[in-house]
């Protein structure tokens, strides 16, 4: 092609994408919204432990690494139909 430009190895940012998702520097996905982007940020780094998760602020260049948080989910107690019943000495 004519009068094109290649850009190896390069992607353009989404368009409003202010930050910039990365796993082990390779971007990854694009977010407007700091908040929505360690969100995603620590849900990439649930699925990818061993992995460096970063958060690129791609106006100012600020990068944000973001730490292992295991999913926990919400708290949960066991019903008694999972309970192994008490132990009773047997009869005499």
Known sequence: MKGATKMEGL???????????????????YRDR?????????????KHPNSAVMVKDL??????????KPDLGPAQQPSA??????????AR
């Open 11 to 29: 992607r353009p940012a989404a368009p409003g994408a202010q930050f910039e998702i990365s796993i082990d520097g390779t971007p990854r996905t």
């Open 34 to 46: 700091k908040p929505l982007a360690i969100e995603a940020a620590e849900y990439l780094k649930r």
């Open 59 to 68: 106006q100012s260049g600020d990068m944000t690494a973001v730490a292992y």
């Open 81 to 90: 139909a999972s309970r192994k019943p008490a132990h009773k000495p047997p």
